[in-house]
Structures are given as C-alpha cells and as structure tokens.
C-alpha cells in the first residue's frame, strides 16, 4: 500500500521557518521525483520545489527561490521542505509527490498539510 505522509505544518508568524517532511512507503523511493505542492484558498494547486530521484537537480518556482530547500534522505524514504523567510502569501495547504517519471508512470500524493503564515 502506497502512503506519503505528510508533517510540520502548522501557524508561524511572518519571518518565521517551518520544516516539512514527507515520509513514503509502499514503493522504491530511491527511483521517484519528488516535489512538493501548495493550493491556497480560491487558487489552483502550484509547484514549489521538486528534486530527482538521487537529489542531483532541484527546481523551485520563483516566489520561493532563496527562502525553500527540498531535500531527499533516500535512506529514510523522506523528502523535506525547508521554508525560511516565511510571507502570508505562502499560507496554504502543502503536499507531497511522488512521480515515477514516465508519461504514463506511478503519481501518487499525500493528504496535505497546512501551513499558516500569519501575526
């Protein structure tokens, strides 16, 4: 049974870090994309970061260039989500990927986990 699990949401202030993790099971980690998602409210679900399946090549979308890290622990069949510098503009619902990389391949998500930026 396939499972990503998501955690580390939560409510910080502006400024503030927070550190999401993504623990999956049920496939070969170590051969999957990994990225990590986020849907606010009222607006379409986004990339912000992904990484492939060794870490070699990380992407991020451009309002979180310099404050997010993803990283991957193949070890701990885990992907992180470093969030620094934290805006209320990034409040939203964050999840987990997991893509085998062909067309037609494996995706599989998690059930998200909230992030609130907020004083």
């Known amino acids: 049974q396939v499972q990503l699990v998501e955690s580390g949401g939560g409510l910080v202030q502006p400024g503030g870090s927070l550190r999401l993790s993504c623990a999956a099971s049920?496939?070969?980690?170590?051969?999957?994309?990994m990225s990590w998602h986020r849907q606010a409210p009222g607006k379409e679900r986004e990339m912000v970061a992904r990484i492939t399946s060794v870490g070699e090549v990380t992407n991020y979308v451009d309002s979180v260039k310099g404050r997010f890290t993803i990283s991957r622990d193949n070890a701990k069949n885990t992907v992180y989500l470093q969030m620094n510098s934290l805006k209320p503009e990034d409040t939203a619902v964050y999840y987990c990927n997991a893509w085998s990389g062909e067309i037609l391949g494996n995706n599989y998500w998690g059930q998200g986990t909230q992030v609130t930026v907020s004083s």
């Open positions: 049920g496939f070969t980690f170590s051969r999957y994309r």
